[in-house]
């Protein structure tokens, strides 16, 4: 009865993401692991399920990807840096879905060391 319960959270997950307009088309094998990483390291301070390890890890991909997609836009440094902040924020009232309270008290503890907001990258003018 456990091993069906695990199949069909996956299931459901997986359907979830290919769903997801935000990752559809957007396979990135890096960010992928990268989400995989910081999943273990916040579960290493979470002790989170299994069922939270699966919906966690493709939550913080999906933020990845669209800190990824901010990034490599024409949008104005400063707009840029707007919109990594709620990226970043969304990202972390989203965690209350998926944590406990007290996971998610951890967690935003937690985050700005694991995942901070890398600087915005500006191309040098030209002369």
């Known amino acids: 009865m456990k091993n069906i319960l695990k199949i069909f959270i996956l299931f459901l997950s997986?359907?979830?993401i290919a769903q997801n307009p935000?990752?559809?088309n957007m396979e990135d094998p890096q960010l992928e692991e990268e989400a995989k990483?910081?999943?273990?390291?916040?579960?290493?301070?979470?002790?989170?399920?299994?069922k939270q390890?699966?919906?966690?890890?493709?939550?913080?991909e999906e933020y990845l990807i669209n800190a990824k997609k901010i990034r490599n836009?024409?949008?104005?440094?400063?707009?840029?840096?707007?919109?990594?902040?709620?990226?970043?924020a969304k990202e972390s009232k989203d965690m209350g879905d998926i944590l406990t309270?007290?996971?998610?008290d951890l967690y935003n503890d937690l985050k700005p060391k694991f995942q901070p907001i890398n600087p915005v990258v500006v191309k040098k003018a030209s002369n």
């Open 101 to 104: 309270n007290p996971q998610l």
């Open 73 to 88: 836009s024409n949008l104005k440094t400063k707009k840029k840096i707007a919109e990594l902040k709620l990226n970043y």
């Open 53 to 60: 390890i699966l919906l966690f890890e493709n939550k913080v």
């Open 22 to 24: 935000l990752t559809q």
């Open 37 to 50: 990483e910081l999943t273990q390291k916040y579960d290493d301070q979470l002790g989170l399920t299994e």
């Open 14 to 16: 997986t359907m979830a």
